[in-house]
């Protein structure tokens, strides 16, 4: 069902808050703070945009006071808008206007794809999908529930004062931190876990918390409301900066596409080869986007680096893997051979990792000045490269933290506290972002030649995303009526896990049209030896071919190579 019509007022009774009236102010608002970043060739087809939903157009998906799905739209529209306008420079003799589609449904599992997507029919929260995955997870900071909680909100010795501890990918760093033991197997109860780890964090004030993890290079931050976030160093400068910046480093000769093939709905990134030296969501968020467009994407991970199992079977679809230990002789050798003929690559690091490393965007340049044409750096990172959190370790959990995220969720829910809101939606949305810079640096370096930096951040997705205001008072009651009691009935101290679980047993009640099979696709994975399932691309773009070329694999699949690659008919068809 197509829905293009704007709500209004009918015989004087307010019609409903429509999300796709909504999703076109979040548009509109989304070129006013992104300015010249869309160049005028993608801003033209934006008006062309058709919003699809197989309901009213008034649903609220996501028990969440954020216009989560309005912005993701948004976002996706500009996606959509760059693939229309590479697509006429691609293929010139194509004139006719494509008709361009972003679906609500879709756009809404694309914010949850990782909680959606299963394996075996297993998703990521069934007690025996680890005996399908690969064991990723090297310091076992996944392993127990008393590790899994070293991320997580707890209240600071002074009521009222909140700090986000973040073990991120090795627990024992921060719970040492706090006075604790790394392993406590004998801890397995959930509010005993929350109980013993708070006790520890309660005995330290926010500075003092400050001051350890910067000892301690992990992550954590206060958390703060919107308001005061407004007021920082860091929230005034990024309150100042696009959601996503891509700029020109170097001059070199345009780089035309390679030439396509016959197909009669080519892909628009067919013959672009694209590096992605990334872990967890934002960054593999990406290249999957990347892969969707028919791009070439290597994840290249170090077999000595933790990621999460269960992220790869959605992040890594289309995708082929590889393991390279960058700090050897023989793992740089073939990452720099890759290189040569690369046309992206994908950052999703802490900042300065790879410069490190000797791969920062400088780096790249003159390691690929003999081949005459420029080549295009796009890193995604927790707080951005301005201001004076610019370089802070952090993940998603941190940002909605620091930003006030998590205190707006908090207060919708009735609570004088904050919450982490369901899901790693930040995460994709930034991803949607770092896409479209992406694009971006590959129109202009076909146009007008060079290679070109694009960067953005979690933070800067968050305050794109709460500078569209939160949902008004009528809005928000209908959707507190509306979810699961037991939805609300979570605290502070709920694990992201367990937030999630319940918003996704609320949403099943609630918004079936979101687990319509038809949302999905299926495939039998030769790297996990299974059938995958994944969500399908909000966007559909007249005359192209969106979608992957092969399932999902886990990480280090592959051989470093460009070559051999093969098309999956059943991912293509399916």
């Not at 006030?404 to 930040?426: T, Y």
Request: aromatic letters at 8%; glycine letters at 8%; proline letters at 6%.
């Amino acid at each position: 069902m197509v829905v293009n019509n704007h709500v209004g007022h009918t015989n004087g009774i307010r019609a409903p808050y429509s999300v796709l009236d909504g999703s076109r102010k979040a548009t509109n608002f989304l070129r006013q703070v992104a300015g010249d970043q869309i160049p005028p060739e993608f801003a033209q087809h934006l008006e062309d945009v058709t919003l699809t939903t197989a309901t009213d157009g008034t649903q609220i998906y996501f028990p969440c006071p954020f216009k989560e799905t309005e912005a993701t739209v948004a976002l996706k529209s500009v996606e959509a808008s760059a693939v229309a306008a590479l697509a006429h420079l691609r293929f010139p003799n194509d004139t006719q206007k494509r008709k361009i589609e972003v679906d609500l449904e879709r756009t809404a599992t694309f914010l949850f794809s990782t909680y959606i997507a299963t394996i075996a029919g297993m998703g990521k929260q069934d007690p025996d999908v680890k005996s399908k995955l690969k064991n990723t997870d090297l310091l076992q900071a996944q392993a127990i529930l008393y590790r899994r909680l070293s991320a997580n909100l707890y209240e600071t010795k002074n009521p009222g004062e909140y700090y986000h501890i973040h073990g991120s990918l090795e627990a024992g760093k921060t719970l040492n931190m706090i006075g604790l033991e790394a392993h406590r197997p004998d801890l397995t109860d959930y509010q005993e876990c929350i109980n013993v780890i708070e006790s520890h964090v309660k005995k330290f004030t926010i500075p003092e918390l400050e001051k350890m993890n910067v000892r301690e290079k992990q992550a954590g931050v206060p958390v703060i409301k919107w308001e005061e976030f407004k007021q920082t160093n860091h929230g005034q400068t990024l309150l100042s900066t696009p959601p996503w910046e891509v700029r020109k480093i170097t001059n070199s000769p345009p780089v035309p596409f390679p030439s396509s093939s016959s197909s009669s709905k080519p892909q628009v990134l067919s013959g672009i080869r694209v590096l992605e030296l990334c872990r967890i969501i934002a960054g593999p968020a990406i290249g999957r986007t990347l892969a969707e467009y028919g791009a070439q994407v290597i994840k290249v991970t170090s077999p000595n680096l933790s990621d999460v199992p269960f992220f790869q079977v959605d992040g890594n679809t289309g995708k082929h893997t590889c393991d390279l230990d960058l700090k050897t002789p023989a793992g740089r050798q073939a990452f720099e051979e890759l290189l040569q003929t690369a046309d992206v690559v994908l950052d999703g690091y802490r900042p300065g990792s790879l410069e490190r490393l000797g791969y920062g965007p400088e780096q790249l340049v003159e390691l690929t000045k003999e081949r005459g044409k420029g080549i295009i750096y796009v890193a995604e990172d927790c707080f951005g490269d301005k201001g004076d959190m610019a370089g802070r370790p952090g993940w998603q959990q941190i940002a909605d933290c620091y930003t006030g995220v998590a205190w707006a969720q908090g207060e919708f829910m009735g609570l004088n506290e904050p919450v982490v809101p369901p899901f790693p939606m930040s995460d994709y949305g930034t991803g949607c972002m770092g896409a479209i810079a992406a694009l971006t640096a590959l129109y202009k370096r076909a146009t007008e030649g060079g290679s070109w930096i694009g960067r953005t951040s979690l933070c800067q997705y968050d305050v794109f995303l709460l500078g569209l205001g939160l949902y008004g008072p009528e809005v928000k009651e209908r959707v507190r009526r509306e979810h699961d009691e037991e939805f609300f009935g979570l605290r502070h101290a709920d694990s992201v896990d367990e937030v999630g679980g319940r918003a996704l047993k609320s949403m099943r009640r609630v918004h079936p049209e979101l687990f319509d099979k038809q949302l999905m696709q299926t495939a039998y994975s030769k790297g996990f030896k299974e059938e995958i399932c994944w969500c399908r691309s909000p966007v559909t773009v007249e005359g192209l071919r969106v979608g992957f070329e092969r399932a999902s694999r886990p990480n280090g699949f592959d051989k470093p190579t460009w070559e051999g690659w093969e098309v999956e008919k059943d991912v293509v068809e399916g």
